[in-house]
């Protein structure tokens, strides 16, 4: 088992015990955190709680995770829409709240096990969780991502990723007026030291650039294009944000804490690669209903 510990601060207190730690712990679901509970894998200053437990200040939480068991994943019926399939890849438009591929406390409803189901064998590149998983994007995002069918694609196209050649344009609705036409921000990432959930500008960090580009402009919001030279962890939300632009519906990086979209009004609308056969292959979508609404309520009350 690994052993983890956490001592909470003031921002803490009054949280219940399993809200803090799947904040704390990115990669483990509440419900997964609930049976750490049950089983008394978890304790608050060597004491057992119940998950409901609310946090004082100073507390120190022992964590005891098991090893993961080796798993398989299972295919899934779940829609999918298919953007373009041959023998080597297949290129999907991935909806809202999809996780990408399994992780702990989250093994049955991601992207993976969807196409398990309709594709059948991937690329065994990157393992029994992620095969032919070449790039993600966050669960809350849309859009288009390529997926593997066999390691020799899985290898050409984690090329043209690793030598920043893979187009992947994104479109953004973000707060405020964005003065500057176009721009590139350059300002490396690492995951947070504070809280492991976020990402945070570090110059230990990776690097990272982002180019931009105003297409519309509205009381309030601006429209963006966002084309990736890097491709980190959350790196459009994290270099908008940064710039007091934060993406709208992004309420771990942005100022307001809620509000009435699901998630990040952010849409993977380009991608474009060379195939395992030299052909160069290019995808574009139309963003989704939630975003589609959004954008025609602005349009309805004209551009600034």
């Known amino acids: 088992m690994e052993e983890m510990q956490f001592l909470t601060g003031t921002g803490d207190a009054g949280k219940r015990l399993d809200v803090y730690l799947s904040e704390e712990m990115a990669d483990l679901s509440r419900s997964y955190i609930q049976k750490l509970v049950e089983k008394d894998l978890i304790t608050v200053d060597g004491t057992v709680r119940k998950s409901s437990y609310r946090l004082k200040e100073e507390e120190v939480i022992l964590l005891m995770l098991p090893e993961m068991e080796t798993l398989e994943v299972t295919p899934k019926n779940i829609p999918l829409n298919i953007l373009y399939e041959d023998e080597n890849l297949v290129v999907v438009d991935k909806k809202k709240g999809m996780v990408v591929h399994p ?25 029994v969780l992620r095969p032919g998983i070449v790039h993600r994007i966050d669960k809350d995002t849309t859009g288009i991502l390529v997926v593997a069918k066999n390691d020799q694609a899985h290898k050409v196209l984690s090329e043209q990723l690793k030598a920043h050649t893979m187009e992947r344009e994104y479109l953004a609705l973000v707060h405020g007026k964005v003065k500057l036409d176009e721009g590139t921000i350059s300002a490396p990432l ?10 945070t500008i570090d110059q230990d960090g990776k690097e990272a650039v982002t180019h931009y580009r105003v297409l519309a402009r509205y009381q309030g919001f601006t429209l963006v294009r966002v084309r990736l030279e890097t491709g980190r962890t959350h790196q459009i939300r994290v270099h908008m944000a940064s710039l007091h632009h934060p993406i709208v519906g992004d309420f771990v990086y942005g100022h307001l804490k809620k509000g009435p979209f699901k998630g990040q009004l952010l849409h993977a609308n380009t991608l474009g690669f060379i195939d395992p056969d030299g052909k160069k292959l290019r995808f574009t979508t139309p963003v989704h209903e939630e975003f589609r609404k959004e954008l025609m309520r602005l349009n309805s009350m004209g551009r600034v």
């Not at 991601?110 to 059948?120: D, F, K, R, S």
């Not at 690492?190 to 959930?197: N, Q, T």
Request: aromatic letters at 6%; charged letters at 25%.
């Open 103 to 127: 992780a702990i406390g989250n093994y049955t409803d991601t992207l993976v096990n969807a196409l398990l189901y309709h594709i059948g064998d991937l690329s065994g590149i990157n393992g």
């Open 190 to 199: 690492a995951r947070s030291k504070k809280d492991r959930m976020k990402i």
